[in-house]
């Protein structure tokens, strides 16, 4: 595990891509990334709100064809808590530059803007060895996810 101070070097991105902060992906092209990962996509009408109760995101686009090919997006309770989502890259030859790009520059903005926070990231295993290029330790306890789905309880309390 890399401590703190003990930062990797800055990844490059390959060449014909270019890293986007400022302008919001629309939800169709974020769905089409996240189906090309077979991760599970969203309804479109869902994603401004998403994209609402974000600190911010990043997005990889491909310079020739404006195509999002990779995305992360970052919410927190801005006090003890930061979350990165949707972690995703184009699966190819780049796939694991382009997510080493996406974590590296996420962690950064962590850092820099949250740096007491803990940080969960929500992520395919395709994104494994990026983690841990990172200094994540994965599943330190054995424990892959937890979550629990809610039901409305209509007419009982």
Same mark, same amino acid.
């Given at each position: 595990?890399?401590?703190?101070?003990?930062?990797?070097?800055?990844?490059?991105?390959?060449?014909?891509?270019?890293?986007?902060?400022?302008?919001?992906?629309?939800?169709?092209a974020i769905n089409r990334l996240l189906a090309s990962c077979?991760?599970?996509?969203?309804?479109?009408? @869902?994603?401004?709100?998403? *994209?609402? /109760?974000? $600190?911010?995101?990043?997005?990889?686009?491909?310079?020739?064809?404006?195509?999002? #090919?990779?995305?992360?997006?970052?919410?927190?309770d801005m006090a003890l808590n930061a979350n990165l989502w949707?972690?995703?890259?184009?699966?190819?030859?780049?796939?694991?530059? @382009?997510?080493?790009?996406? *974590?590296? /520059?996420? $962690?950064?903005?962590?850092?820099?803007?949250?740096?007491?926070?803990?940080?969960? #990231?929500?992520?395919?295993?395709?994104?494994?060895?990026?983690?841990?290029?990172?200094?994540?330790?994965?599943?330190?306890?054995?424990?892959?996810?937890?979550?629990?789905? @809610?039901?409305?309880?209509?007419?009982?309390?």
């Open positions: 595990m890399l401590s703190f101070l003990q930062q990797p070097s800055v990844p490059q991105l390959p060449e014909g891509y270019r890293l986007e902060t400022g302008e919001v992906p629309s939800p169709a077979q991760e599970s996509t969203h309804p479109e009408e @869902l994603w401004p709100k998403a *994209m609402e /109760r974000s $600190l911010w995101q990043i997005s990889i686009l491909e310079e020739s064809t404006g195509e999002l #090919v990779g995305f992360v997006r970052a919410t927190s949707n972690l995703s890259a184009r699966p190819g030859p780049d796939q694991g530059r @382009l997510l080493t790009v996406l *974590m590296h /520059r996420a $962690l950064h903005i962590l850092r820099r803007d949250l740096p007491g926070c803990s940080l969960s #990231v929500s992520a395919p295993a395709m994104s494994l060895e990026a983690l841990k290029g990172q200094g994540f330790v994965i599943d330190p306890s054995g424990i892959r996810a937890m979550g629990l789905r @809610l039901k409305s309880t209509s007419g009982t309390d």
